[in-house]
């Protein structure tokens, strides 16, 4: 009786489990880049391989890899396969971020408009105001796969973004972004980046007006965090003497921070942004470091990565031809562009931010410029996928070519930092993504809809 | 072009080093223990031994300064040098505000601050709060980064201001700022009255913080669970004021206003403050002398706004006269404009006022040594302290004196013969790297052209 009953059971979860395979079976994706030049960034260059993906998952790379009949195939004759780039400090996705950042850019040049919205504030009298804080802002749940930049991000090879929010001193939490999906929580790789903190001060309305009185409040606001979290603990432990903590949605976004991006142009400014994270007691990124070539080493000691701004400083177009620069400003602009191979040298963790560059595909040319004074091909690449991927704990998925990984690629037609390149398609999720045309679009076009296989395409 | 030269500076090969320097023959100023021809020997960075007759250790670095003057660096008790940001002007309590953090160790006014014998200084936060942001001393380490340029030795201070410059935030008319200066951007206290005011609700309130952490102590020293207060960081350095802990700098101008804030700090038993301005000081002198406070002023600066206009330049000598302990400061901020002539602003108070050439060197070097409570290791020339010396050319009271070279901590960190025969050096590499970047501009020129 006893054994019948167990042949029943056995019988009845062979069934079972051949429903599951079988309702799989139904929903597997196959697609393979075939004949393709692989560069994989976490191992050698295969000269002609492919790249096998599975429901958008890599699932083989080799020189032989076994083609399932069902997969859709990408003949790569002559094209090389990259990773997707990365672009490690980003507003993609976060449209109101975008036109935030200009209106700030242009403050000087237009004082009239800017000052009515200044009296929008609120004026603040001190820490306790929290001024110009947004910490329990998270770029994950703002992301838009309605913001056309994506288009032009992925025309340039970029499957991936690190995109933060921007307001205010403590701008939010940032995340990893896809640069595509159907939804905008598919965008969504990790939700929790680090939290954005910008020296930006208020200008004459309130605390704090100077980045000096910006970095007070980071101390004290950290240190209310601090005592916020032993308040709950205490009141955790002995519910009956100890009284409730009000919940506080500033400080919860504090101890939520994996990370804090700080920015640090040069070296006076690293110090004190290395500073400022030791009080805080948390891991910092600095972002910036136009004067990346001296901070290397001290970069490297404290083991602090870097997010490379990759405008490098030129004389200003319309500039007084008479104007006399310092010597000071003609090294800056001269060695700036050395700054990735000194980082590199010196083994700092290094990324690559496209901010301030008139298009995404800028940042290949300003990396060539590095290229050409010596720094290796290699290793600006590693910066714009694994390194940005590593930096920000998502290199298990994210940042090269190899089994498990998300199926974000680039497909170019030659080496990725040759002005003559284009690039070809990309996949991101493992949905390939054409080129769109550069020229701007209808307001409230969400850009070409992506193929998930060939007949689609048709 | 001298900016730019200056600014090449920056880019310089760190000052020579040696074990051991004797400088010989030299009319020294000692400050303290008189003024004779002699020699000073330097060791690790102090001063090993001066006097007429010294002993040169043998492989001594000798430096033959006959027809020469040494005078210890020049302490500036009062300066806004080398800071990226000043003035925490939006509150009128910003002590939780710290111009360390904002140290530039780029700055070239530390370096034209140098140039002239100047080996110390206090760098403030600005007076547009009734009690501002905490100071920094630092020494002249041209080419150290911020934390090696500070001196640690000196006593934490903070920042206080009286009169028209904390009450401007507060009333319209001083807030001349399009579209701010409306009535919920005004700022208490617009009347000298709410500066008072301001002042001593903060130090009520710092008492109140110190006593509830005394109270936490205790009860945690009985055993009780309790959560500790919130730390306050605009409370403690108040804390540490009312402690003895940290000195206070107060910009003061009027004689009124000086006479209510001694009884301020009468009230909370607040002890050696340094008046900054202090123009009308020579009316209260006996009053601030005898709480042992301090004054540290102009030589002949004044009537720059309404509360400057009843000044004297005999103010110090007056102020000195009376008992008071008396250093002269620039106030620069921008550049080391007045800083690097400060041996000048002494000279004159022996024109007004005739103080003796001593008393008159006393008020840029052991004065405000003694202000900033580093009199101990700096201020003069004696056996022991830190090797802080300017080489002058000339009498160091002279208009015509030149600064030859500066030591601090016995490295020479200027030398005028070096700067100048550096400069051509510098040119050429600039007019160097000007012509690689013209080049490369036109290389890039025909992808730059826009189209017509």
Redesign the interface.
């Given at each position: 009786m006893r054994k019948n009953l167990l042949a029943a059971l056995a019988a009845a979860l062979l069934i079972f489990a051949f429903l599951i395979t079988a309702a799989l079976a139904e929903t597997v994706h196959w697609t393979a880049i075939r004949d393709a030049r692989i560069v994989p960034v976490n191992g050698p260059v295969i000269e002609k391989g492919t790249v096998l993906i599975r429901n958008g998952v890599i699932a083989a790379v080799g020189a032989k890899v076994d083609v399932p009949a069902s997969a859709w195939i990408i003949e790569g004759n002559g094209l090389t396969v990259y990773p997707g780039l990365i672009d490690a400090l980003s507003t993609w996705g976060l449209p109101q971020a975008a036109q935030a950042q200009p209106a700030a850019a242009a403050r000087t040049a237009q004082p009239q408009q800017a000052q009515p919205q200044q009296q929008q504030q609120t004026r603040s009298w001190g820490p306790r105001d929290r001024p110009g804080t947004f910490s329990w802002v998270r770029a994950a749940d703002q992301v838009q796969l309605s913001d056309a930049r994506l288009g032009q991000a992925r025309n340039a090879g970029f499957t991936t973004a690190v995109t933060f929010p921007r307001q205010g001193i403590v701008a939010g939490h940032g995340a990893v972004i896809n640069l595509g999906g159907k939804t905008a929580g598919d965008m969504v790789v990790a939700p929790d980046a680090g939290l954005y903190l910008a020296l930006r001060p208020s200008g004459y309305i309130g605390f704090p007006s100077t980045p000096m009185g910006v970095m007070a409040y980071f101390r004290q606001l950290w240190l209310d965090a601090a005592h916020y979290r032993e308040a709950l603990a205490l009141y955790a432990a002995d519910p009956v003497n100890i009284p409730r903590p009000a919940y506080d949605r500033a400080l919860e976004g504090v101890l939520g921070a994996k990370r804090v991006l700080l920015p640090a142009a040069d070296p006076v400014q690293m110090e004190r942004m290395l500073q400022l994270a030791a009080d805080l007691k948390t891991p910092a990124v600095l972002y910036g470091a136009v004067r990346g070539y001296e901070m290397a080493a001290r970069l490297k000691q404290t083991g602090t990565p870097v997010i490379l701004n990759v405008r490098w400083p030129a004389r200003d177009r319309d500039a007084d031809p008479e104007e006399e620069e310092s010597f000071r400003e003609l090294k800056i602009r001269d060695l700036a562009p050395t700054s990735p191979t000194a980082l590199s040298q010196a083994g700092v963790k290094w990324a690559v931010s496209s901010e301030g560059l008139e298009t995404p595909r800028a940042v290949l040319r300003a990396l060539k410029q590095s290229i050409d004074r010596g720094l290796k091909r290699e290793d600006a690449l590693r910066a714009l996928t694994l390194t940005a991927a590593e930096i920000y704990g998502v290199a298990d998925r994210l940042g090269s070519i190899e089994r498990g990984k998300i199926a974000n690629l680039v497909l170019a037609d030659g080496d990725l930092f040759n002005d003559s390149t284009r690039i070809r398609m990309v996949f991101i999720d493992g949905v390939r993504y054409l080129p769109e045309p550069e020229a701007p679009q209808a307001p409230g076009a969400a850009g070409r809809a992506p193929s998930l296989s060939e007949e689609e395409e048709q | 072009?001298r900016?730019?030269i200056l600014?090449?500076m920056?880019?310089a090969a760190p000052p020579v080093s040696a074990e051991v320097t004797v400088i010989q023959n030299a009319t020294i100023y000692t400050v303290t223990k008189g003024t004779f021809r002699g020699s000073i020997v330097i060791r690790d960075g102090k001063i090993a031994d001066v006097g007429e007759k010294v002993m040169t250790p043998a492989g001594a670095r000798v430096i033959d300064a006959t027809g020469k003057h040494v005078i210890p660096g020049i302490i500036d008790a009062h300066t806004h040098i080398a800071l990226?940001?000043?003035?925490?002007?939006?509150?009128s309590v910003?002590s939780?505000?710290?111009?360390a953090?904002?140290l530039?160790?780029?700055s070239i006014s530390i370096y034209q601050a140098l140039a002239g014998g100047v080996t110390v200084c206090n760098s403030m936060h600005g007076s547009a709060n009734s009690i501002g942001?905490q100071n920094v001393v630092f020494k002249m380490r041209w080419g150290a980064?911020?934390?090696g340029l500070i001196y640690d030795k000196a006593k934490p201070s903070i920042k206080m201001a009286l009169g028209e410059n904390p009450k401007r935030q507060g009333s319209p008319q001083g807030l001349q700022?399009?579209?701010?200066s409306?009535p919920?951007?005004l700022r208490y206290p617009g009347t000298r009255l709410g500066v008072e005011d301001v002042i001593r609700d903060a130090f009520t309130r710092a008492r109140a913080y110190q006593r509830e952490w005394k109270d936490y102590e205790a009860r945690k020293a009985r055993g009780e669970?309790h959560?500790?207060p919130?730390?306050?960081?605009?409370l403690e350095p108040l804390v540490e004021v009312l402690e003895g802990k940290r000195l206070v700098h107060a910009h003061c101008y009027r004689a009124d206003e000086i006479l209510m804030l001694i009884r301020v700090f009468d009230d909370f038993n607040i002890r050696g403050v340094t008046f900054q301005h202090v123009l009308e000081g020579y009316k209260v002198a006996k009053e601030i002398a005898e709480r042992g406070h301090y004054a540290s002023t102009f030589s002949d600066w004044w009537s720059y706004k309404v509360e400057a206009y009843d000044a004297i330049p005999y103010n110090a000598a007056i102020m000195h006269r009376k008992g008071v302990l008396v250093s002269l400061n620039s106030d620069d901020a921008g550049g080391a404009e007045l800083m690097r002539r400060l041996n000048t602003e002494a000279a004159k108070v022996v024109k007004y006022g005739g103080l003796s050439e001593n008393e008159a060197l006393a008020m840029i070097t052991i004065n405000p040594a003694r202000q900033l409570a580093i009199d101990q290791w700096v201020g003069s020339i004696e056996a022991g302290k830190d090797a802080d010396l300017v080489i002058y050319d000339k009498h160091p009271l002279s208009s015509y004196a030149r600064v030859e070279k500066v030591f601090i901590d016995g490295r020479q960190y200027f030398d005028r013969d070096e700067d100048l025969s550096r400069r051509p050096k510098?040119e050429a590499?600039?007019e160097g790297?000007?012509k690689?970047?013209t080049d490369q501009?036109k290389q890039a020129a025909p992808q730059?052209r826009r189209p017509s």
């Open positions: - | 072009m900016h730019a600014t090449a920056l880019l990226d940001s000043i003035n925490e002007s939006s509150v910003s939780m505000v710290n111009v953090e904002m530039n160790p780029e942001g980064d911020a934390r700022i399009p579209g701010l409306s919920q951007n669970k959560l500790p919130r730390r306050d960081l605009e510098f590499e600039k790297l000007r690689k970047m501009q730059n």
